[in-house]
């Protein structure tokens, strides 16, 4: 099993792009969250899913949009790029959102 | 919200010290999650918590779920090199959907 694995690495992008950060899992879990991550703001949940079809916002949801059409995809959409959205994130999934998650790598995202 | 805040932000210790990271709630959790997250890596599960006092031990790692459920801590048994990372707590409250995490402890050790 590959577990979770995102899509890029790392990213620059200018201010007002657009792009799609990739999320795909192979265990099946039905839950599946963003979350970004700053120097000494820790994790901080972006938008989350518990199963097909169902999406809902955390924390940090202004500036990005999720759809969940398959188990196992769970892709997050900066719509217009801003320079407060350079951060890493990370994509994470659970079995059922209360047991322990399995994050992806990470992307590191660069706004200039 | 839900708050978790977690103490001290930086430790730094001696190989062979003990070291203690302290998670504190501002509701009462269902579970607490603790993970470790190696200097340019992703947080990686450790143990999950589910019941009032309860205690599970990892090799050197021991765990602690606070009596009324609003506080937790990871406490290691003598420190190794490996050990290095920041350690996260995180905490399902109200809604089992959102995990909440803290802000995370950077432990340093030298050797």
């Known amino acids: ?112 | 919200g839900q708050q978790v805040m977690q103490i001290p932000q930086y430790q730094h210790v001696q190989e062979g010290e003990d070291f203690t990271t302290y998670c504190n709630s501002s509701t009462t959790l269902s579970n607490i999650q603790w993970y470790k997250q190696r200097p340019g890596g992703h947080p990686v599960f450790l143990i999950q918590l589910v019941k009032s006092g309860e205690v599970k031990k990892q090799k050197r790692l021991t765990f602690q779920f606070g009596e009324a459920k609003k506080n937790s801590s990871l406490h290691i048994t003598a420190t190794q090199t490996t050990d290095v990372g920041t350690y996260f707590c995180a905490g399902h409250g109200g809604s089992n959907y959102k995990l909440t995490f803290g802000k995370g402890t950077l432990l340093t050790v030298n050797p």
Not at chain 1, 4 to 25: D, E, H, N, R, Y
Not at chain 1, 39 to 49: E, K, V
Not at chain 1, 54 to 59: A, K, N, V, Y
Request: glycine content about 10%.
């Open chain 1, 1 to 112: 099993n590959a577990g979770v694995t995102q899509t890029p690495k790392f990213q620059v992008l200018k201010t007002g792009q657009s792009m799609t950060l990739q999320c795909a899992q192979d265990m099946n879990h039905e839950y599946m969250s963003w979350y970004r991550q700053d120097p000494g703001m820790g994790l901080r949940l972006i938008h989350y899913s518990v199963g097909a079809g169902i999406t809902d916002q955390g924390e940090v949801p202004n500036g990005y949009n999720v759809s969940r059409s398959t188990t196992e995809d769970f892709p997050l959409r900066l719509l217009s790029a801003a320079p407060s959205q350079t951060s890493v994130y990370f994509c994470a999934s659970s079995p059922d959102g209360n047991y322990g998650y399995t994050f992806g790598s990470g992307t590191r995202l660069t706004v200039v």
